[in-house]
């Protein structure tokens, strides 16, 4: 094996820790968790937390190189997915990235969004 492919295994193994170590301290945390497991195209996001008045959160765990926009970008279209292939409105769907800091622990993360999810703001239109 080279050693980028070994790099990239030990990469993908450190983000499949990360999204089961988060998705273990939320259960704990008394949230309803799932880990969702599409990829490619139809990629629908790595956890879900299912919300009051049936709401979801699909969350896109990252503990990569700190790329915001890539990120937001990558969990809006998850979230859209995620809607699509259980026939929900995705107005319904919040959706977030969860990013590991290194060395500290796991509720020290850092939760990105836009201002227009998180106040769920009118779509604005393109300029």
């Known amino acids: 094996m080279t050693d980028i492919a070994a790099r990239n295994r030990r990469n993908k193994r450190r983000g499949a820790d990360w999204e089961a170590e988060l998705r273990d301290e939320l259960r704990g945390a008394g949230l309803d968790v799932e880990r969702l497991r599409l990829t490619g195209s139809e990629d629908e996001g790595d956890l879900v937390v299912r919300l009051a008045h049936g709401r979801a959160l699909v969350i896109e765990a990252k503990n990569a190189k700190f790329e915001p ?51 769920r703001l009118p779509r604005a239109r393109a300029t």
Do not use: M, Q
């Open 69 to 119: 926009s890539v990120f937001i970008r990558e969990a809006l279209k998850e979230r859209a997915n995620y809607a699509k292939h259980r026939g929900l409105d995705p107005d319904d769907i919040d959706a977030v990235v969860i990013v590991r800091r290194r060395g500290a622990n796991w509720r020290d993360a850092y939760v990105l969004t836009t201002v227009e999810e998180f106040f």
